[in-house]
């Protein structure tokens, strides 16, 4: 996910890696992998040049702090590196914050509406479905209006969403959507439901009559809230479409789609700077539970290359409890974790289902994605080794020797060289882990990590 754009910042921080100081020359050397990463990805070039000059601006104008003092009271110098990141940071949270997530529903019990507007082929329906899922979660009884009625399958995808999430969905052959929207309106009140979702018509590009008959369903039914629905995979385009739709409709907010495929990130980083409206939730996927909550701060951390330490930790209170889910994370951002505790994520993220979706997220792996990127194979392998070790290798790998290696080789059936290249992994997590639980920047992002 968003590879082009990350491409860009891990250069920079190659090139930032061992350096003390951060010369102006450093950073517009850095600035320029940046700058290329950017355009590359599709971000307004607007965007680009701002984000750019805002960087560069503190970079080299602020004073340098060289020393902070973390969390144990331990005095420690900060690099050229941590402090580049720490801007960068701030710089793209800033771009794409803050945070508002908020669908402006009256209380429960009240009916609500929320109006789903987007181009054909967004994601709109089935984005339709997922927050109508999040809502039964939330306590909220929805309804579907199903007002797409010059796309026949829409309607019948739709039906089925609704069948699959046990939620009634409303539609009458013949009725135009303005009318359709108010008696979905009427429908939902018999039917003692209390949000409205209305699943407007798309068009492959914006046309005159998509904006008037969307005009009118606003004006019939007054939304609470309306969201457009926008392919993350368009890049500029899609930044285009939603200052148009703005402009028409006045939008609060959007739905940024299909950031689990290979979009190059444009939208994710112009749109809100475009618009002045904030990204409400990101589209991870197809089935109904990948919608994830915007965190401005979650996707700066993933396009840095750490990892969203948040949104794994989210991930985590699904399967363990908080309690041990804020130990984790201590245990793993001290840099001081072991092959036991590694190989322990390792099993706590088979839990949490399909892992590729997760790798992202996970600190362990976010900076090593190309280096490391292992499928349940391979996983299956890091686990017979791991078995094979005294309690004491576990805890000290790097007591393990030569004589050693062929013992753990013999016992898991590995090859003497993959026990090898475990260890030269597991070595390689330790040093990024250390880097983010030396920035406390990062840390003190963390809920409950004080
Ligand atoms: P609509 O024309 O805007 O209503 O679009 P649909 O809801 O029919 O979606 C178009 C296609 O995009 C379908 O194949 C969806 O499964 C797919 N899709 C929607 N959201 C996502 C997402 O977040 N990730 C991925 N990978 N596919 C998505």
């Known amino acids: 996910m968003l590879e082009t754009v990350t491409k860009g910042f891990r250069a920079a921080k190659n090139r930032l890696a061992g350096k003390s100081e951060l010369t102006p020359d450093l950073v517009d050397e850095s600035l320029r992998d940046i700058r290329v990463s950017l ?13 750019v000059a805002r960087v560069r601006e503190k970079a080299v104008g602020e004073v340098v702090q060289t020393t902070v003092t973390d969390a144990g009271g331990q005095k420690r110098r900060v690099s050229a590196m941590d402090h580049f990141v720490k801007i960068c940071h701030d710089e793209l949270q800033a771009l794409m914050g803050p945070v508002d ?11 609500s509406g929320i109006m789903m507007v987007g181009l054909q082929g967004s994601g709109k329906t089935t984005t339709t479905g997922k927050l109508a899922s999040r809502l039964l979660q939330e306590g909220r009884k929805p309804l579907l209006v199903a007002a797409d009625i010059y796309r026949p399958a829409a309607v019948d995808q739709l039906k089925v969403l609704g069948e699959r999430l046990k939620v009634p969905v409303y539609h009458e052959p013949g009725v135009q959507p303005p009318e359709l929207a108010k008696r979905g309106y009427a429908a939902a009140r018999e039917q003692k439901c209390d949000v409205v979702l209305i699943d407007t018509a ?9 904006m008037t008959e969307l005009e009118a369903i606003k004006a019939n039914v007054q939304p609470d809230t309306i969201l457009l629905v926008c392919d993350a995979m368009i890049g500029q385009d899609s930044v285009r ?7 028409r409709l006045t939008l609060d907010g959007f739905i940024l789609t299909k950031l689990d495929g290979d979009a190059r990130g444009g939208a994710a980083l112009s749109i809100k700077e475009v618009t002045g409206k904030p990204i409400k939730f990101l589209g991870m996927g197809e089935s109904m539970d990948k919608l994830e909550e915007f965190r401005p701060e979650g996707l700066a951390g993933r396009i840095l290359g750490f990892g969203d330490i948040v949104g794994l930790m989210k991930d985590f209170e699904k399967v363990v409890d908080e309690k041990k889910a804020e130990d984790d994370a201590r245990k793993l951002l001290s840099g001081q974790f072991s092959m036991k505790d590694f190989v322990e994520q390792i099993r706590m993220v088979r839990k949490m289902g399909p892992l590729k979706d997760l790798l992202e997220k996970f600190p362990l792996f976010g900076d090593l994605t ?13 686990e017979a080794m791991y078995d094979s070790m005294t309690q004491k290798e576990r805890l000290r790998p790097d007591l393990i020797n030569a004589s050693r290696i062929n013992r753990i080789s013999k016992g898991s059936g590995r090859k003497p060289e993959e026990v090898r290249e475990l260890l030269q992994k ?3 997590m330790q040093q990024v882990m250390g880097t983010i639980g030396q920035n406390p920047g990062l840390l003190g992002r963390i809920p409950g990590f004080k």
């Open 39 to 51: 355009l590359e990805a599709d971000v307004a070039f607007d965007v680009v040049k701002k984000f």
């Open 202 to 210: 798309g068009r492959l590009a914006i046309d005159e009559t998509l």
């Open 241 to 247: 479409t939603a200052a148009e739709f703005d402009r």
């Open 101 to 111: 997530t908020s669908l402006h529903l009256k209380p429960k019990g009240q009916l």
């Open 426 to 428: 597991f070595g390689m």
């Open 370 to 382: 190309e280096h490391l990127n292992p499928d349940e194979k391979e996983l299956t392998k890091i």
